[in-house]
Structures are given as C-alpha cells and as structure tokens.
C-alpha cells in the first residue's frame, strides 16, 4: 500500500494517516498487507480536507470557542493487479471534537490521531463490508 497523497497544508500527516489505515487492516484481518509484487489489489488514497469547526461557544461571547469539531477526508481507490478498478473513487470522513486549552494548534494536533483512527475505521469497514 503506497503512502496517501497529502493535499492539506498539514505537514506529514500522510504518515499518520496511512499507518493507521494499515493497523486498522491487520486488526480487521479481512485482508492482508503485503508487497505490490504480491499484492490482488492497490489502495491509493489522497487526504483531501482537514476542516476545524467551532461547536461550542464561550457563554456570553459567542466568538470564543471552547470546543472544536475536527473532520479528516480521504479520497481513496482500490483497484486490482490488471488496473480495474475494484472499489471507489470515493470520499471517507473522519471526526473528532477537542476542547481548546490555550494553543488551539497543538489541541488539534493531538485531536488528528483520533479523527484518523474513525477514519481507518470507516474506510477499513466500507472496503470489507460493502458499505
């Protein structure tokens, strides 16, 4: 499985990303990681968006957050030896929320991890149950 394309402005988080997708694989079991000379099939993958939305406000000052919505997309494909596509394109969202301390930037950088880890989730289960 190649390293997901970063389209986001966040540095390095194609690493994170992929290697939680591959966790996720091994401990669903439905399919095995190996080698592309060894591989049926190639998941690619792009992270596409990384949106930050407010979800809750500080009372009496609507334009204080106390609480972010964190949201992680992927576009990904699977697609067989010969080049037919098995799977996809297609979109998978990954959220979190996180409550903001005094650096919303470090909040959301330890936020991304879990938003990655629902990410791995859905896109593991879509590609083994159907759906």
Do not use: C, Y
């Amino acid at each position: 499985m190649p390293t997901f394309k970063n389209r986001t402005l966040v540095p390095r988080v194609e690493v994170l990303v992929t290697d939680t997708v591959i966790k996720q694989f091994q401990q669903d079991g439905t399919f095995q990681i190996t080698s592309d000379d060894k591989a049926d099939a190639t998941l690619t993958g792009e992270i596409s968006h990384i949106n930050r939305l407010p979800a809750r406000s500080v009372n009496g000052n609507v334009l204080a957050t106390t609480e972010f919505n964190l949201a992680l997309t992927v576009n990904f494909s699977l697609t067989a030896r010969d080049g037919k596509p098995l799977a996809g394109p297609s979109d998978v969202t990954g959220n979190t929320s996180f409550f903001v301390s005094s650096d919303v930037t470090t909040d959301e950088r330890q936020a991304l991890p879990l938003a990655t880890e629902d990410l791995a989730t859905r896109l593991v289960t879509q590609l083994s149950e159907g759906w």
